[in-house]
């Protein structure tokens, strides 16, 4: 069972603080005053909760909340002791730890914490948070870690009903989520990942799509996108016991969906072209590269073979070396084609890419020195040759740009003229054409294509159909 559907036995001292609970919303019940209580989706319906002021100490941040479910891979073996005992000191403390990190980097502090902090600290609780009957928070695990830090000793948590199940309690906290006056939303592997969860609850695209507010399109998108970068951790596993992790591909969102858009573009119509242009733009974005240059990887990066020529020896891309037989299917007797010799090159290099990041990044202490050495020099060696490649695209893209241009522009000045000739029929109909500003047009026309004619013929001895015609028509103009 996935950690998003885990049923998560109660922490230490339930039964205590559950009659805490029971007691303080028994005194708000029979107190007679006005009632806080809080609405959250449920099944579709509003459901109202009772707020109630619990201690802090007692309160427990939840280990399945969506808000760092990527982060958790950020310390393997932290994440394994979570999972062992997540209500332990040391579970809890990797878990404020994570709340109070920076998404996409754990290891930096995020500044929306921070603002959070301060926030709190000058204005107070705003919105109450929410918690279970046995004070495991559901809504507001960063503000509890906040409040904290300022020394807090209490925090005001509306109660859900003790029936709910570990679904339900996920449901809710995705469902307060996507409400659009949220202030802090999910990152973006987060995102995924609650998508993912809910389809496995047998939700259909068309209903995901509608609570996150997006088109079915692009949760397809998304779920593309989750798919690849959990089969780019599988191949990244090397004998060191070291991968990549889901938050390692948090600021990748448009490098991702632009490759994700290219793919689809070609799959149909030349899906080794896709696949080869798959892996290496995947490859680009593992190595680091901007958006703009990573676009620069498309069918004629391809064509011109520019990465083949920039590729050192041990990462070249001798496809010879990679052939691959058919695949049988077992029980079918059918032979299914293998990737083409260009596919599995692209991936074969993409693997020791990918290998070699997971090595740098990585601090496992099972790796020796020499091989993070090695790792690091396979690394920069890519990078380097990725770099020559995609700035040699970039030049020639420059230059077939400053070639199109001439042409482009004759050809809306074309477009131009035949809605002139529309126009000028129309305003003769009605008798409203200015017939001497459309002379001076004219002229004013007759002396650019002079102009035009005179560059046009310019180191031309052998000129085309359409530069002959303008130089013969400009000429007997002139005579």
């Not at 808000?67 to 579970?91: F, G, T, Y």
């Not at 209903?207 to 970068?229: C, M, N, P």
């Not at 090595?359 to 790796?367: C, E, H, I, K």
């Not at 020499?370 to 890519?382: G, L």
Request: proline share 4%; aromatic share 6%; glycine share 6%.
């Amino acid at each position: 069972m996935g950690e998003a559907m885990r049923e998560f036995p109660p922490p230490p001292r339930a039964a205590e603080f559950g009659e805490l609970i029971k007691k303080r919303l028994e005194e708000v019940k029979n107190s007679g005053g006005t009632r806080e209580t809080v609405t959250i989706d449920w099944n579709g319906q509003p459901l109202h909760v009772e707020v109630i002021d619990l201690p802090l100490n007692g309160l427990y941040y939840n280990p399945g909340t969506h808000r760092i479910r990527a982060q958790r891979s950020h310390d393997a073996a932290r994440e394994r002791a979570l999972v062992k005992d997540p209500w332990s000191a040391e579970s809890q403390d990797y878990l404020r730890f994570l709340l109070q990190a920076e998404p996409a980097d754990p290891n930096r502090r995020d500044t929306a914490f921070d603002k959070l902090k301060e926030s709190l600290e000058q204005f107070g609780q705003n919105d109450p948070g929410l918690v279970t009957r046995h004070g495991v928070l559901v809504n507001g695990n960063t503000r509890a870690a906040a409040m904290r830090e300022i020394g807090q000793q209490s925090m005001r948590v509306g109660v859900l009903p003790d029936s709910f199940t570990w679904v339900d309690i996920n449901a809710v906290e995705l469902s307060l989520q996507l409400r659009k006056d949220h202030r802090r939303d999910y990152s973006y592997i987060n995102r995924l990942l609650a998508m993912e969860e809910q389809a496995s609850l047998g939700r259909t695209p068309e209903v995901i799509a509608k609570d996150f507010r997006i088109r079915v399109g692009t949760y397809h998108q998304e779920r593309w996108i989750l798919s690849t970068i959990r089969d780019l951790i599988d191949r990244s596993k090397s004998g060191g016991g070291v991968s990549l992790r889901l938050v390692d591909f948090e600021d990748d969102q448009e490098k991702l969906k632009e490759l994700q858009r290219l793919y689809e573009k070609l799959e149909k119509v030349e899906p080794d072209q896709a696949e080869v242009l798959k892996e290496w733009r995947l490859a680009a974005i593992l190595l680091n590269f901007a958006k703009t240059d990573i676009r620069h990887i498309d069918e004629a990066f391809l064509e011109k073979n520019y990465l083949g020529d920039a590729l050192p020896k041990g990462l070249d891309l001798e496809v010879g070396a990679v052939e691959q037989e058919a695949v049988s299917i077992p029980g079918l007797g059918v032979a299914v084609p293998a990737a083409s010799s260009a596919v599995s090159a692209a991936r074969a290099l993409n693997d020791q890419i990918l290998r070699a990041k997971a090595a740098v990044r990585g601090s496992a202490s099972s790796l020796l020195d020499a091989d993070k050495s090695q790792a690091q020099n396979v690394f920069d060696e890519a990078r380097d040759a990725f770099d020559k490649a995609i700035d040699r695209a970039g030049r020639d893209a420059r230059v077939r740009k400053r070639q199109q241009l001439a042409p482009a522009r004759l050809a809306e000045a074309c477009a131009d003229i035949d809605q002139c000739v529309v126009e000028l029929v129309q305003a003769r109909a009605t008798r409203s054409l200015d017939e001497e500003a459309f002379d001076d047009a004219v002229l004013k026309l007759r002396v650019s294509l002079r102009k035009l004619a005179q560059q046009a013929g310019r180191g031309l001895p052998n000129p085309g159909d359409g530069v002959a015609w303008l130089l013969e028509a400009v000429a007997a103009e002139g005579s």
